[in-house]
């Protein structure tokens, strides 16, 4: 699924917090919508599966928000909706396609990485790959609780992911191809200790 997905998914989880603990609310949204980013950090690199931890993100999540509810400060309620956002993004990629340039190929079996288990988890392709007209219609409906929630700059902020959203969406595939071309050409210039460091799904 998209970045933007996984934020908005986080921020909307996150809106609880504006009738749990409305002191705590703004910090609830900000920490879950970065935790919801930090996985794909590893976009360029061992993607899904240097920062995503499908099993080992809900665990550290459960001990913090345990911690949060015993001790709520500010540090302990952004550290446990920064851990739930990142879980909820590395369990979300499990529904999502595979880990290829083209995913609507649907030719890869590598979702998400589990390193609780040692092995990559199969895509369930629920959204069939990421910025899919489905994965829109997806992040649409995340939005809608901070919407409705929230005033001022956050709402404003949602309503710019969901613009954004939407313009990958109608590149999504222009995109894949663009970049198949630029690496068919560019790649094979590099110098060999380079070439080895390009992630596989962009030069297949």
């Known amino acids: 699924m998209m970045a933007t997905t996984h934020v908005l998914a986080a921020v909307a989880f996150a809106t609880l917090s ?21 996985p794909d950090l590893d976009i360029y ?47 979300m990629d499990a529904f999502g396609g595979g880990l290829e340039l083209r995913p ?3 030719t890869s079996d590598r979702a998400v990485y589990s390193h609780y288990h040692g092995r990559w988890l199969q895509p369930k392709r629920w959204v069939r790959y990421d910025g899919a007209p489905e994965d829109l219609l997806v992040a649409g409906l995340f939005a809608a609780p901070p919407l409705l929630v ?36 560019l790649v094979p210039r590099l110098p060999h200790p380079l070439q080895t460091r390009v992630p596989e799904r962009f030069v297949e």
Do not use: C, I, N
């Open 18 to 38: 504006a009738v749990v603990a409305p002191e705590f609310a703004l910090v609830a949204v900000v920490a879950a919508g970065l935790g919801g980013l930090f």
């Open 150 to 185: 929230f005033d001022g700059h956050l709402p404003q902020a949602v309503a710019a992911l969901l613009v954004f959203s939407a313009g990958y969406v109608m590149l999504r595939k222009p995109l894949a191809s663009l970049w198949a071309w630029l690496a068919a050409r």
């Open 45 to 91: 690199g061992d993607h899904r599966r240097t920062l995503h931890f499908p099993v080992y993100y809900p665990a550290s999540a459960a001990l913090a928000a345990a911690l949060a509810v015993a001790v709520p400060t500010v540090a302990t309620v952004a550290a446990a909706w920064f851990l739930a956002g990142a879980a909820l993004h590395a369990v």
């Open 104 to 106: 609507w190929e649907a």
